[in-house]
């Protein structure tokens, strides 16, 4: 029996485990693979393979049941979490979505959580916008004397910036501005010529703020790292969230997993739900992790030198919380009690639209997967405000589309190039 045990867990042994195949754990997954680890990838959810798992990729409104919208009954399940969906909640999008009635959660605060569970994550969802942080963000606690103080800066981060972007495939400009260190880009998208008139009557009237591209993760250019991951160039389809069959936008599926299969170093296992990290209590370390099958609820156990953690923020917290041992009765690595507590999260805090009466003589040309970008200048050089830190917008413009009549008339109006005198209200800013 012992050496039945022993052979078990040699079986069981990796180099490094992976938890998780979000973006995060995608990448941890390609580097760990590229160094040669022989490298075991855990995913709680169903495989969903690039290309060939994308139901609704290439599908038109009218071959959906419902022409997008999520019926009433089924939107009820996913209530917590649609609030905060905004684009990504739809019907082409729903099966790779968490269902609130599937796994409960308490709130005592209006809270989106967004779930993605299954191979790729929310890498599959992601709105792709990619900005670097500078000195003034990583100075932020040191300079302002809230939080603590980052460990790095940003000298310490900018070569693994640049790493990321090449392989990635990042678009945008290099503008020059000391809130937003520029990157290693790829050929931006462009603006309309609403976003271009604000962008110089801005430069006009305030020096220190700018509007700029969008930096994003679409292949506007294909270059040769892409070619051999096998991505192709974004065609504008505007339908990422679906799921891109070209590979036009970055996500672990379409990048970074099958580089790191290519290698013959790793092993995907879906439907593995990590219960919990195993810690020796002798050698003092984190040795493997423990696994419940989610088919067969069989628990097992695998083990390695290196765990990687990527469970998003709040299920990392959860794994970690769960790993209880002597050494660490409240959590693993909890010793401070705050584990769990005091999440950080993306603060959304308005929303402005505008009109304006100007180039009816031109119209939307085209989709594009991207928009302009307001960088930070509160608080930049000095405090200046009653707040802390700074803000970034996003915006972009579009005309209004008259929609009336039926057949023939309504082809005509979304057809017509509006001109002043006429009803077309004018672009929208947003």
């Given at each position: ?84 969906i905004h684009y990504i909640f739809s ?42 942080w500078s000195d003034f963000d990583f ?262 589309i008259l929609r009336d009549g039926l ?24």
């Amino acid at each position: 029996m012992a050496n039945f045990n022993l052979d078990n867990i040699k079986k069981r042994s990796f180099d490094a485990i992976v938890i998780g195949t979000g973006i995060s754990g995608g990448w941890a997954a390609k580097e760990l693979t590229e160094k040669g680890l022989k490298t075991l990838v855990l995913e709680r959810g169903r495989d969903v393979q690039h290309i060939v798992d994308y139901p609704t990729a290439n599908k038109m409104p009218w071959e959906l049941e419902h022409l997008g919208t999520v019926p009433s009954e089924i939107a009820a399940e996913y209530q917590k979490s649609r609030t905060n969906i905004h684009y990504i909640f739809s019907e082409a999008t729903t099966h790779f979505l968490v269902k609130d009635s599937e796994q409960e959660y308490i709130q005592d605060k209006p809270f989106g959580w967004i779930r993605g569970y299954q191979v790729g994550g929310r890498s599959l969802l992601w709105a792709r916008q990619t900005q670097r942080w500078s000195d003034f963000d990583f100075e932020g606690p040191a300079r302002d004397g809230y939080a603590v103080d980052w460990p790095i800066r940003y000298k310490d981060i900018a070569p693994w910036y640049s790493h990321v972007e090449k392989f990635a495939g990042i678009s945008g400009n290099r503008d020059g501005v000391a809130s937003l260190p520029d990157g290693e880009f790829l050929p931006p998208h462009e603006m309309s010529c609403v976003e271009k008139h604000f962008s110089q009557q801005v430069a006009q009237k305030f020096p220190n703020r700018h509007v700029i591209m969008g930096r994003c993760a679409n292949l506007t250019q294909v270059n040769e790292i892409h070619r051999q991951q096998g991505r192709g160039k974004c065609a504008n389809r505007t339908l990422c969230e679906r799921g891109c069959p070209l590979g036009g936008y970055f996500s672990t599926n379409s990048s970074t997993l099958p580089w790191a299969a290519k290698t013959g170093k790793m092993t995907l296992r879906p439907h593995s739900l990590v219960h919990s990290i195993i810690y020796d209590e002798q050698k003092q370390k984190a040795v493997g992790v423990r696994v419940i099958d989610t088919q067969t609820r069989e628990t097992l156990e695998y083990y390695a030198k290196i765990i990687f953690l990527n469970a998003s923020a709040m299920n990392s917290n959860l794994v970690l919380l769960n790993s209880t041992s002597t050494r660490f009765p409240n959590g693993l690595g909890n010793d401070s009690g705050v584990l769990g507590k005091f999440i950080g999260f993306h603060n959304y805090r308005g929303r402005i639209a505008a009109q304006y009466d100007g180039f009816l003589d031109s119209t939307t040309e085209g989709n594009r997967p991207n928009g302009a970008y307001v960088p930070r200048f509160r608080n930049v050089y000095k405090q200046e405000t009653d707040f802390l830190r700074g803000y970034a917008a996003q915006m972009g413009s579009s005309r209004d589309i008259l929609r009336d009549g039926l057949g023939v008339e309504l082809k005509d109006n979304l057809l017509k190039n509006w001109a002043p005198g006429t009803s077309m209200p004018g672009w929208w800013a947003r």
